[in-house]
């Protein structure tokens, strides 16, 4: 995997293999992985930064992370729910 998924694996190191699984199946996961991997990077960048929005702008990706996150921990959640089959008749 490329780029945020292998930056998501990183983070979640517990999930690893649920998130390389998900994300061979999933570009709109892949492309989270890779929107969550940016964000990270703008905040290292901002907390580098000696310009006077440096701490609105920390504030805010920190935010944006940790809404990601929840976001993609929910997405591994629900793609981990194997639905029931009905009863045969």
Same mark, same amino acid.
């Given at each position: 995997?490329?780029?945020?998924?292998?930056?998501?694996?990183?983070?979640?190191?517990?999930?690893?293999?649920?998130?390389? $699984?998900?994300?061979? *199946?999933?570009?709109?996961? &892949?492309? @989270?992985? !890779?929107?969550?991997?940016?964000?990270?990077?703008?905040?290292?960048?901002?907390?580098?930064?000696?310009?006077? $929005?440096?701490?609105? *702008?920390?504030?805010?990706? &920190?935010? @944006?992370? !940790?809404?990601?996150?929840?976001?993609?921990?929910?997405?591994?959640?629900?793609?981990?729910?194997?639905?029931?089959?009905?009863?045969? *008749?």
């Amino acid at each position: 995997m490329a780029n945020g998924v292998g930056f998501v694996k990183s983070c979640l190191k517990d999930r690893a293999d649920a998130i390389e $699984e998900f994300a061979l *199946r999933s570009e709109g996961f &892949r492309d @989270l992985c !890779d929107d969550f991997e940016i964000a990270n990077n703008e905040k290292v960048r901002w907390e580098r930064s000696t310009a006077p $929005e440096r701490d609105e *702008r920390l504030a805010e990706y &920190r935010e @944006l992370i !940790d809404s990601m996150r929840a976001e993609i921990e929910q997405t591994l959640d629900r793609a981990a729910v194997v639905p029931f089959k009905p009863p045969r *008749r």
